[in-house]
Nanobody, 123 residues
Framework: VQLQASGGGLVQAGGSLRLSCAAS????????MGWFRQAPGKEREFVATISWTSANSDYTDSVKGRFTISRDAAKNMVYLQMNSLKPEDTAVYYC?????????????????WGQGTEVTVSS
C-alpha cells in the first residue's frame, strides 16, 4: 500500500498550488482521506479531511475558505487545492488514509501515510 503525494513547490504569497495524492496497492474508496502538514520546527498538524462519499469535509480554521479537499474514487486520488497561499502555509504536506469512512482530524485515526510534498510560500 502506497500513498504518493505530489504537486508541491515554491510559490509567492497569494498564489495557488494543487496537491495530488495517488493511492496504490488497494482502493481507499471506503476510507476517509486527509491532508496534514508539518512546518520546520513544529509538530504535524491537521489540514483537511474528506469522507468516503465526499459528502463531508472539514478544515483547520487557518485554511478555511482558501483550501479545498476533493477526491476521485474511481482514480484512487485525493487533491488539495490551495489558494491565497500565505508564508505560514509553508510546510511538508502529507496525505493519509483513515481507518474509518467518516471525517476525522485526529492523526491517530489514519493508518496509511504518504511521503510528503514540500510547499514553500515566499512573502
Amino acid at each position: 500500500v502506497q500513498l504518493q503525494a505530489s504537486g508541491g513547490g515554491l510559490v509567492q504569497a497569494g498564489g495557488s498550488l494543487r496537491l495530488s495524492c495517488a493511492a496504490s496497492g488497494r482502493a481507499f474508496s471506503n476510507n476517509a482521506m486527509g491532508w496534514f502538514r508539518q512546518a520546520p520546527g513544529k509538530e504535524r498538524e491537521f489540514v483537511a479531511t474528506i469522507s468516503w462519499t465526499s459528502a463531508n469535509s472539514d478544515y483547520t480554521d487557518s485554511v478555511k475558505g482558501r483550501f479545498t479537499i476533493s477526491r476521485d474514487a474511481a482514480k484512487n486520488m485525493v487533491y488539495l487545492q490551495m489558494n491565497s497561499l500565505k508564508p505560514e502555509d509553508t510546510a511538508v504536506y502529507y496525505c493519509a488514509a483513515a481507518r474509518r469512512a467518516t471525517i476525522t482530524s485526529s492523526s491517530y485515526d489514519y493508518r496509511y501515510w504518504g511521503q510528503g510534498t514540500e510547499v514553500t510560500v515566499s512573502s
